[in-house]
C-alpha cells in the first residue's frame, strides 16, 4: 500500500514570533507542509534506527529461546534468570563458611569490639535483605510493537518477567572484617561524585570493621607502576573528600596485563576490589575476577559504574549525569544570551556524549532554551535546502537568534577521519561543535546574510566540578550497596538504580553493548516537542 503525503492548506497570520511579515510567514508554511510530506519518511528512518538500537543499543534484553515453541515464555525466563544470575564466592569454594553479619545498625553507639563478630540484637533487626529478593527489570507492559519506545520479547508484546537481584546487606557474610584489606580503584575520566563513591565504601567497610583500606592511584597503572604508592584510606581521610569534584585517588586511562593487576593484589594481600569506571572499566574488572577465580583466589571485585554520558546498560541513570546535566544549563543559558542579545546570534554548545545523547537530549529538555538538538543516534544534514543550517537561517529570520546544543559524538560521519586513539582504545573524534560553527559562518556569508556565531564547550567545566544533592544521595547509595555486595560473597559484579531501586548485575551482561537514546522513544519526542526542530535528512 502506498504512503499518501498529506495535502494541506495553510491559514498563516500576519505575524510570526513577532517578527516581520510576507515571505516569513511563507517560509514558515512551507516548512510546515515539508514536515507533513516527510512524515512517512521520518517514521520508516526512526523505526530503521530504533531497529539498530535494539540490536545494539537498548536496554532491550537479546535471547536465543526459539519463539515458536510453545513453551518460549517459560524458557526466556528460565534463561533470562540464568543469565543474570550473580557469581558467588561458592561457585568456586563450595566449603566457604558464612558468619554472621557484622554490619547491623542497632547497638551501634558506642561501637564496641566484643561486638565484632555480630550483634545480640542482630537477629531483631530487620535491615537485612533476602537472597531471594528481586527487583522488576522492565514496568511498562506494552500492548503493541509500535507503541512508543516499546521493547517487546515477541511480536505480540507478550508480558515476560525479567528480574535482577535487589542490593542490600544480607544478614550472612563470607569474609571475617578482621582479614579483609580493601582496595578502591578510579579509572577512566573525570566525574562528579567520584570522591562521594569512595567516601561511602570507605565509612562502610569501617561499619563492618575493615581496617585495612587503602587507594590504588591513578587507575590501573597503580597496581604496576612502581612509583605509585597505595594510599591508606580511613574516614578520618576521606571525611570531607566529597566537598570537591574529581578523585582523591586520580585517574587514568588504558591498563597493564590483567595478570600484573592480579600478582599485584595477591602479593599485596588485597581481597576486596571495588572498581569505579565505564564500560572498558568494567570490562577489565571482569577480566580480574575471572583471573583471580581461575587462581582459586578468594576475592571479591566489585564495580561501580561510572560515566558522565549515562551511557550503561539497564540502569535508570548512573551517578555524575544529573550534576552534568544541571551545569549544562549554564552553559547553554549563556549561549542564548550570547545568541540573543546580538543581531542574528547563534549559539553553539557541545556537550559530552560520545556514543550516547543523553546529556545533550536532557540538557536541551530541561533548559527550554535549544532550538535544534543534536544527537549520535540520529543522523542529520548540514547541508540542504532541509539540512540544519538552512533551519538556521529560518530561526534568525523568524525568532531573531537560535540556539544549538550538539553531543561530542553526533555527526561524525561529516567531520574528518582519524585513526589516532586514547589510552583507552577509544577512537578519538573530530570535533563536530568547531565544524558546525566553521560551516555556520561559511554557510551565511556565502549566502550574503549576517549571522553572529559564538561557541561554547563546558565539556572539562563540567565533569571536574562537586557532584550536586541527588548525585550526591546517588553515590553514597550505590558505595555502600557495593561493600554489601562484596562482604555477601559476590564478585565479578555490578550495582545499579532499577526502576528506582537499587540492584546488583553480572558485569558480563551490562559490558555487551553501550546504552543509546532510543529515537522513537518517549523522552527524544518531549526534546523534539520542545526544540521545535524538524528532520534534518
Known sequence: MEAISPTIKLVVPTRIYGGGYGDQASLFASQVNYNCKKNMKRMKIVMQATEENKKGGSNNISSNVDMSDPDWKHKFEEEFEERFRIPHLTDVFPQAVAYPSTFCLRMRSPVSEKF???????????GYINDNDRVLLKVIRYSSPTSAGAECIDPNCTWVEQWVHRAGPRDKIYFKPEDVKAAIV????????????????????????????????FGYRGFRDSDLDEMPLSRKVIQNIHLSGGSVLGVSRGSP???EIVDSMEERGINMLFVLGGDGTHAG???????????????????VPKTIDNDILLMDKTFGFDTAVEEAQRAINSAYIEAHSAYRGIGIVKLMGRSSGFIAMHASLASGQIDICLIPEVPFNLHGHHGVLSHLKYLLETKGSAVVCVAEGAGQNLVQKTNAKDASGNVVFGDIGVLIQQETKKHFKEIGSVADVKYIDPTYMIRACRANASDGILCAVLGQNAVHGA??????????????????FPISEVITHTRQVDPNSRMWHRCLTSTGQPDFY
Open 257 to 259: 596485563p590483567v595478570s
Open 186 to 217: 578510579t579509572c577512566g575520566g573525570l566525574c562528579p561524585g567520584l570522591n562521594d563513591v569512595i567516601r561511602q565504601i570507605v565509612i562502610t567497610l569501617e561499619i563492618y570493621g575493615v581496617k585495612k583500606i587503602v587507594g590504588i592511584p
Open 285 to 303: 574488572a571482569n577480566a580480574i575476577h575471572n583471573e583471580c577465580w581461575k587462581r582459586k583466589l578468594k576475592v571479591a571485585v566489585v564495580g
Open 116 to 126: 565484632a563478630h555480630g550483634y545480640p540484637s542482630d537477629e531483631e533487626w530487620h
Open 487 to 504: 562482604f555477601a560473597g559476590y564478585s565479578g559484579i555490578t550495582v545499579g538504580i532499577c526502576n528506582t531501586h537499587y540492584a546488583y
